[in-house]
T-cell receptor
């Protein structure tokens, strides 16, 4: 069975500092991995995805993520955090075959402190 | 281009009533997914539909819940005889024809359902 784990419920970081939001996955075969962000009372917004190729994926709003096959991880990163980055972040894995539904992690709340 | 439109944004029902949640996918999208988000939790898959067909309903409760996506009009998630435990945010997502696994789904802003 496929699964995604986000081990941190909350991450606090000072504005201007680098941030990392962790995600590990368990799938059979090659994973399709996604990061989404959710602001209060809004839907999920797509940030970036890993399908194949370069392990470092760049996405929206200056975010990037590093795919590490040996550690089965797909951590979200940003070199310099902004207060406006404060939100709920979800990692997701998608079935390659079948119905293509997402399996989501439980989410990590990011707080960027001014 | 309009994104995925969900309405209503907020819905209040009393126990035993019916709740109807609507989702209009992005233009050109014929694949619709419904997810449920409980407070402080991630999203859980409920059902996947293509026009006039239910493809995967493995996440739907066996009773009281149903979904449709007619040839014309929005997708509807229907909850009959609602109970307090149905209180949640319900999100709809859509993807274009083919529903390729490497393409992101596009999410609406959700319907917040509250049961009194």
């Amino acid at each position: 069975a496929q699964s995604v784990a986000q081990p941190e419920d909350q991450v606090n970081v000072a504005e201007g500092n680098p941030l990392t939001v962790k995600c590990t996955y368990s799938v059979s075969g090659n994973p399709y991995l996604f990061w989404y962000v959710q602001y209060p009372n809004r839907g999920l917004q797509f940030l970036l995805k890993y399908i194949t190729g370069d392990n470092l994926v760049k996405g929206s709003y200056g975010f990037e993520a590093e795919f590490n096959k040996s550690q089965t991880s797909f951590h979200l990163k940003k070199p310099s955090a902004l207060v406006s980055d404060s939100a709920l972040y979800f990692c997701a894995v998608r079935a390659i075959a079948g119905t293509y539904k997402y399996i989501f992690g439980t989410g990590t709340r990011l707080k960027v402190l001014a | 281009n309009a994104g995925v439109m969900q309405n209503p944004r907020h819905l209040v029902r009393r126990r035993g009533q019916e709740a109807r949640l609507k989702c209009s996918p992005m233009k050109g999208h014929s694949h619709v997914y419904w997810y449920r988000q409980l407070p402080e939790e991630g999203l859980k898959f409920m059902v996947y539909l293509q026009k006039e067909n239910i493809i995967d309903e493995s996440g739907m409760p066996k009773e009281r819940f149903s979904a449709e996506f007619p040839k014309e009009g929005p997708s509807i998630l229907r909850i009959q005889q609602v109970v307090r435990g149905d209180s949640a945010a319900y999100f709809c997502a859509s993807s274009p024809d083919g529903g390729a696994a490497n393409q992101p789904q596009h999410f609406g802003d959700g319907t917040r359902l509250s049961i009194l």
